[in-house]
């Protein structure tokens, strides 16, 4: 198996009117394909920072990040813009569902930017909303759903691109713990298909359902182990 990420004395930092502050320090860190890791930290860990880097929405200030063994720092916006829209899915805490679209639009719509036709998005997005148990509710709007059937729809909409790494951040954290719950068996399965996953999360109930434990702090990775008492579904 090849590394789907690898970054190399990556650092951050931004301007403030105090001077330079630095957020990440020199992170070493490499995630082979099928792998799950659950990125933990408290609050100002840098694991946030991270994550917007991994998924090309902030740059290094320094060190190297490589995406499927292309140096993402190289890449022009255009091409950053379409690694985005090819290689990675996210799935956010807020759901970031349209609410005047219904299930089915919501999860086309990374097809309609890659220019799929009509016809081939509408199939396709089927597809995936029955993938994660949503096909009846596919004419449904968000409002007309509960929140963990919006994070499945969310779920299926990162998902409906084949993407090569799926983003999560504290993707149950609007959700109670039966709720949470269903959402990490779903994500768990899709996992054991072979889809890597990176996980950020507060909670240790849900890091457990990762195979790896990715831990942050003062910007620094103090920790990466794997994770010994897995929980699964």
């Known amino acids: 198996m090849g ?10 930092s931004y301007h403030t009117g105090a001077g330079d502050l630095e957020v990440l320090h020199g992170v070493d860190f490499a995630l082979e394909e ?3 890791t659950a990125i933990m930290g408290p609050s100002g860990s840098g694991k946030s920072t991270f994550m917007n880097i ?3 929405l902030d740059s290094p200030t320094s060190g190297v990040y490589r995406l499927l063994g292309e140096e993402v720092e ?3 916006p255009d091409q950053l ?39 081939q998005r509408k199939k396709e997005a089927q597809e995936m909303l029955e993938r ?26 990162a998902l409906v691109g084949h993407p090569s790494l799926i983003l999560a951040d504290e993707p149950t954290g609007n959700l109670d713990t039966q709720t949470s719950d269903e959402i990490m068996a779903l994500l ?11 996980l950020v999360t507060h909670e240790p109930d849900v890091a457990s359902y990762a195979k790896r434990l990715t831990r942050f702090r ?13 929980r699964r579904p």
């Open 3 to 12: 590394y789907v990420i690898q970054t190399e004395h990556l650092t951050k």
């Open 34 to 36: 099928g792998e799950f």
């Open 54 to 56: 991994l998924g090309c």
């Open 74 to 76: 190289k890449l022009s």
């Open 81 to 119: 813009a379409e690694r985005r829209l090819h290689y990675l899915g996210f799935v956010f805490q807020g759901y970031n569902l349209l609410p005047r679209a219904d299930l089915l639009e919501n999860v086309a719509l990374p097809l309609l930017y890659a220019k799929v036709p009509a016809a």
């Open 132 to 157: 994660v148990g949503l096909g009846p509710w596919s004419h449904h709007r968000p409002a007309q759903v509960s929140g963990g059937q919006q994070q499945r729809a969310a779920i299926a909409r």
């Open 188 to 198: 768990s399965g899709l996992n054991d298909t072979g889809i890597t996953l990176v």
């Open 218 to 230: 003062d910007g620094l990775l103090v920790e990466d182990c794997p994770v010994t008492d897995r």
